[in-house]
């Protein structure tokens, strides 16, 4: 037939790629992939092709931005298992509903090799883009919309990578479902530029080791950034905004860096930890929470140098019976609420900071007491601390508090807040 001819025929080489022009009727992409050739082009008409399509050789399949392809409610609408296949501009809608196979939008199983899912927009399916083994996944510039029939926690995630070293996440849009990006037992990532809104983790990370976390932003979903079983994780220069939860919430993750990230309005924390060590966290700005930053669970040997806590209800809540210094070399933090001297002009602080006094370890351990802050008790108790500060519990010390703040550059990613 004369639309299996291809628009471009090998002239010079085998080794010449053609490209063939694909009809908008029923059965047609699987015929023309039976007959294209490794590195062919296949460019698809307008319209919508009720398929589901198997990618098993080196192809591009190209919706130019005007096909849809919608499979038939079971399974995977695309399953890529081969080598160096890329699938752009299409519209895709159908998967099936089984959480046991992973129905997505696009299948990227583990014999698949460097593939490269850009332009694409995902609509409705339980999973957007499975990238289930596959090595050296590119997802870029994606917009994908999950289920919105099902309570949040039994929808499936936006992305979903699995076991797949060397993916690149960037520049996608990713919208209701349960989880954006959810990462598990896979190292060597990088998620960044993505967008992420009204979903229950934006990112969520497990057993991720050497990764990183750049660029994003997180606006209204219930939980920004969660790091958890993983180590050595760089999170930087994201943006989480009126986030539920937490801004940032770390579990079981060490000798990560969280450098420059603008946290802002969580009705719960802006930070937490629980049983994390040697984190660094420097140049982030935590602001308007409840409590700007909590450790728990024995969380120690972080570093808090260069962070900016502005307005939250509590700055800090960190339980020990020692002092933890969040300052060196002379540079400490920010805190709004300290009402502190600067008589050489220097930018540091005339005094230490102390977030918390023993009243706060009551008010923790027995929030009931909240009925008692206006007693001349509590006020006598809080004016002895001040006056002898012997009498303080142990807790943090900032010797070297900022007399300003230090605005990250990812505040500009997010106008009027949101």
Not at 293 to 319: E, L
């Amino acid at each position: 037939m004369r639309w299996l001819l291809p628009l471009m025929a090998f002239v010079c080489s085998p080794a010449l790629a053609a490209e063939w022009a694909v009809p908008n009727r029923a059965g047609a992409i699987a015929e023309t992939l039976a007959q294209a050739a490794d590195g062919d082009t296949l460019r698809l008409a307008s319209g919508t092709y009720a398929e589901t399509v198997l990618l098993d050789r080196p192809v591009v399949l190209d919706g130019g931005g005007v096909a849809t392809l919608k499979g038939n409610g079971t399974g995977s609408v695309i399953t890529v298992t081969g080598h160096n296949i890329t699938v752009t501009g299409l519209t895709i809608i159908g998967s099936g509903s089984e959480h046991e196979t992973i129905d997505s939008g696009i299948t990227l199983t583990k014999t698949a090799k460097a593939p490269r899912i850009i332009d694409n927009t995902l609509l409705g399916n339980l999973y957007g883009v499975d990238v289930h083994g596959a090595k050296d996944a590119l997802i870029a510039g994606n917009h994908i919309e999950g289920r919105q029939d099902h309570h949040m926690n039994a929808r499936g995630n936006g992305i979903y990578v699995w076991n797949a070293p060397g993916t690149i996440v960037e520049d996608n849009s990713v919208r209701w479902g349960r989880d954006g990006v959810f990462v598990n037992s896979s190292k060597n990532n990088i998620f960044r530029n993505n967008s992420f809104r009204d979903l229950r983790f934006a990112v969520h990370y497990m057993y991720a080791d050497n990764s990183e976390v750049s660029g994003n932003v997180s606006i209204g979903n219930h939980l920004g950034y969660a790091m958890m079983f993983s180590t050595r994780v760089r999170i930087t220069d994201n943006v989480s905004l009126n986030d539920r939860d937490h801004g940032v919430m770390m579990n079981y993750a060490n000798k990560s860096v969280i450098t420059g990230n603008y946290v802002k309005n969580a009705s719960g924390k802006c930070t937490f930890l629980y049983n994390s060590h040697k984190n660094d966290f420097s140049g982030n700005w935590f602001e308007g929470c409840d409590i700007g930053i909590h450790f728990t669970a024995g969380s120690d040997d972080n570093r808090i140098v260069g962070n900016s806590f502005v307005g939250n209800r509590t700055q800090v809540k960190y339980v020990s019976s020692k002092w933890v210094e969040w300052s060196e070399q002379g540079r400490g933090n920010y805190w709004s609420d300290f009402a502190a001297f600067d008589v050489d002009g220097n930018g540091i602080a005339d005094a230490p900071y102390r977030p918390n006094d023993s009243m706060d370890h009551v008010l923790w351990t027995q929030p009931a007491a909240k009925l008692l802050l206006g007693s001349p008790a509590v006020q006598l108790v809080r004016w002895s601390q001040s006056a002898f500060p012997a009498l303080l519990p142990g807790g943090v010390l900032d010797s070297n508090a900022l007399m300003a703040p230090v605005r990250p550059a990812a505040s500009k990613k997010v106008l009027q807040d949101g």
